[in-house]
């Protein structure tokens, strides 16, 4: 499984971001992906998981009602995006798209097994 990440960026406090990772075409299918972040000195934090065949959403506490995991696909390939709305500075951080089979919905980066290049987020005013 390969996974792409694209999207960050420096943007000021209350401003959005859109993320997108782009995996093979069925990829969203057959593992459940999700987003996880890791700033500066800190652990890695699962932020937003989305199902096999897109049915189900989990997003963590820090994030809800900010954050929105989606899924497109074509011919070619599978996109999972994350919209990043009103965003603060401890939204700063190294974002990455990870790929599970074993887990259905998840939060938690240790259940993940394949995973892609990071992107950088900055909030700064």
């Known amino acids: 499984v390969q996974l792409q990440a694209s999207g960050g960026g420096l943007v000021q406090p209350g401003g959005s971001l859109r993320l997108a990772c782009a995996a093979s075409?069925?990829?969203?299918?057959?593992?459940?992906i999700g987003w996880v972040r890791q700033a500066p000195g800190k652990e890695r934090e699962g932020v937003a998981c989305?199902?096999?065949?897109?049915?189900?959403?989990?997003?963590s506490d820090s994030v809800k009602g900010r954050f929105t995991i989606s899924v497109s696909r074509d011919d070619a390939k599978d996109t999972v995006y994350l919209l990043m709305n009103n965003l603060n500075v401890e939204d700063t951080a190294v974002y990455y798209c990870?790929?599970?089979?074993?887990?259905?919905?998840?939060?938690?980066?240790?259940?993940?097994?394949?995973w892609g290049q990071g992107t950088q987020v900055t909030v700064s005013p």
């Open positions: 990870a790929a599970s089979r074993e887990f259905s919905l998840s939060n938690n980066p240790s259940d993940y097994t394949y």
């Open positions: 075409r069925f990829t969203a299918d057959y593992y459940a």
């Open positions: 989305i199902s096999q065949s897109s049915e189900k959403t989990v997003y």
